[in-house]
């Protein structure tokens, strides 16, 4: 099992190293540079101070150049700093922003797997009936909705309407949340959280339902599953201990490549929410031409996503062993 880890590991390095390549080559490409958006806001800056930024900045040099330098800080971890007026570290900007967007994912993926696999289970055991129909319907009514458009709906009826949920940030002002106790902390996080984590997992619910339907009904007419229960052993141990592990190996994987929509849609979602997490400042940086924090943003993304590949992959070899074998 270490071996097929660390051959995973070693297949990682050229896929990190393709993406830094086409992630730098198309934000360097992209129209508009950072000292037009510094000089737009002054209009006193001249096109020598233009030059000037160019220069301290380091955008004269060719492209290979500056990647070949980008590269160089970025193995031992310099990711060098903003260019934003606050001049920041961007490794500080982005420590301050991922707990959150990090929290917010897993919070999703978790709720996607422990919603999403019971009502793929008991959909496929119980094909046809009035629950399999109208979990269906509400599976086509998740694909079809824009998830962006039902959060606007759902801030606007148990935010504005009905004032049950709050519509921004993830906790209280500061002043009101000091006095709460440990309880009250707890439960004003987890309200403020309730909408966006929902949200976010709603496009993977309808998905991964979907797939764990499909994959259970053609695991329950195999033959093996006949005899299991021509032995006579009781329908829930045929369908949790025979059906569901080999009905769940392609899930995995789905889960696992979700990963990268759920870190895509935290711009969305943490922009709608008022969220400062690494999305949002990602959706700041992009409109600022803010290239070192841009970048850092996609490294750290590209890793995470990596990651969660990784363990999917694990996950995958763990429940076949043939996997790690070959």
Do not use: C
């Amino acid at each position: 099992m270490l071996r097929y880890i660390a051959k995973r590991l070693v297949m990682m390095i050229p896929i990190l190293f393709g993406i830094t390549v086409i992630s730098f080559l198309v934000i360097h490409l992209a129209p508009g540079e950072p000292t037009d958006i510094a000089a737009g806001m002054n209009p006193d800056a001249a096109p020598e101070a233009k030059e000037r930024l160019k220069e301290i900045y380091g955008l004269n040099d060719p492209l290979h150049v500056q990647y070949l330098n980008w590269v160089t800080r970025i193995v031992v971890l310099d990711f060098g700093n903003s260019f934003a007026p606050d001049n920041r570290p961007v490794i500080e900007k982005i420590a301050e922003t991922i707990p959150i967007t990090i929290t917010i994912n897993v919070l999703s993926i978790l709720l996607i797997m422990v919603v999403a696999i019971p009502i793929g289970i008991y959909s496929a055991t119980h094909q046809n009936s009035v629950f399999d129909k109208t979990s269906t319907v509400f599976v086509f009514i998740g694909f079809a909705v824009p998830t962006f458009w039902l959060a606007l709906l759902l801030k606007m009826l148990f935010g504005i309407k009905l004032g049950w949920l709050p519509i921004s940030g993830v906790r209280s002002i500061s002043f009101i949340y000091e006095t709460f106790g440990p309880v009250e902390k707890a439960w004003d996080i987890f309200r403020h959280l309730l909408m966006p984590v929902t949200l976010s997992a709603f496009g993977g619910l309808a998905g991964l339902s979907r797939y764990m339907r499909s994959n259970m009904l053609e695991v329950i007419r195999q033959d093996y599953i006949t005899t299991a229960r021509a032995k006579g052993l009781p329908e829930r141990t045929v369908i949790y201990k025979h059906a569901m592990r080999n009905a769940l190996m392609p899930v995995i994987t789905i889960l696992g490549l979700s990963v990268p929509g759920l870190i895509g849609g935290s711009v969305i979602f943490e922009s709608i929410f008022s969220i400062y997490g690494m999305g949002r400042l990602f959706y700041a940086s992009v409109l600022s031409r803010d290239y070192p924090v841009v970048m850092g943003i996609l490294v750290i993304g590209a890793v995470l996503t990596l990651a969660g590949n990784l363990i999917a992959d694990v996950s995958y070899a763990l429940v076949d062993p043939r996997i790690r074998r070959g």
